[in-house]
T-cell receptor
Framework: GESVGLHLPTLSVQEGDNSIINCAYS??????FIWYKQESGKGPQFIID?????DKRQGQRVTVLLNKTVKHLSLQIAATQPGDSAVYFC??????????????FGQGTELSVKP | DTGVSQDPRHKITKRGQNVTFRCDPI?????LYWYRQTLGQGPEFLTY????????KSRLLSDRFSAERPKGSFSTLEIQRTEQGDSAMYLC???????????FGPGTRLLVL
């Protein structure tokens, strides 16, 4: 769905703890999902992606979980570090060719890591 | 640096002026995308190219906006007769064949006075 409002959901964690950032997507026909990290004044940075034929995918310190039944996506960050502080966006891409190549972004979550 | 580059990084203009932004994608990426992002929001899709062909345009892309990718490499986004509501971060992304994933550039921040 489209982002609304100017107030981002926030998540505050202690350094070293695990973080879980959640995202609800809108289109049950979407077949590809992706997470980005965006620091202030910078462009979104690719973190990890997952196709709809998978439930879980792991990267370095990050795991993405996909629950198609409830249209829910989550990003888990292990041993969160101060450098992880940023806004995190999930995005989806439809399987329908008529939707072209565009990503549809969800509302971001601001992650704050306390040292 | 072999990432997506954008120029300029910042642009301040007066209402009614025309502005043009440039995007250089990652080498050999055949898809190029333009998005717009306002404060506190996620990026919103504007248009995308596969090679030099513009395949999709969002309804957000009014007739004052035009994008080109003449040789299938760099792209330009022009805004004519700028309005204050055009103030935003304009992001470019590129992707390899298959379209996944999209890698973003640093953006061009536009302020229309």
């Amino acid at each position: 769905g489209e982002s609304v409002g100017l107030h981002l959901p926030t998540l505050s964690v202690q350094e070293g703890d695990n973080s879980i950032i959640n995202c609800a997507y809108s289109n049950s026909a979407s077949d590809y999902f992706i997470w980005y990290k965006q620091e202030s004044g910078k462009g979104p940075q690719f973190i990890i992606d997952i196709r709809s034929n998978m439930d879980k995918r792991q990267g370095q310190r990050v795991t993405v979980l996909l629950n198609k039944t409830v249209k829910h996506l989550s990003l888990q960050i292990a041993a969160t570090q101060p450098g992880d502080s940023a806004v995190y966006f999930c995005a989806e891409k439809g399987a329908d060719e008529n939707q072209g190549g565009k990503l549809i972004f969800g509302q971001g979550t601001e992650l704050s890591v306390k040292p | 640096d072999t990432g997506v580059s954008q120029d300029p990084r910042h642009k301040i203009t007066k209402r009614g002026q025309n502005v043009t932004f440039r995007c250089d994608p990652i080498s050999e990426h055949n898809r190029l995308y333009w998005y717009r992002q306002t404060l506190g929001q996620g990026p919103e899709f504007l248009t995308y190219f596969q090679n030099e062909a513009q395949l999709e345009k969002s309804r957000l892309l009014s007739d004052r906006f035009s994008a080109e990718r003449p040789k299938g490499s760099f792209s330009t986004l022009e805004i004519q007769r700028t309005e204050q509501g055009d103030s935003a971060m304009y992001l470019c992304a590129s992707s390899p064949r298959g379209g996944r994933p999209q890698y973003f550039g640093p953006g061009t921040r536009l302020l229309v006075l």
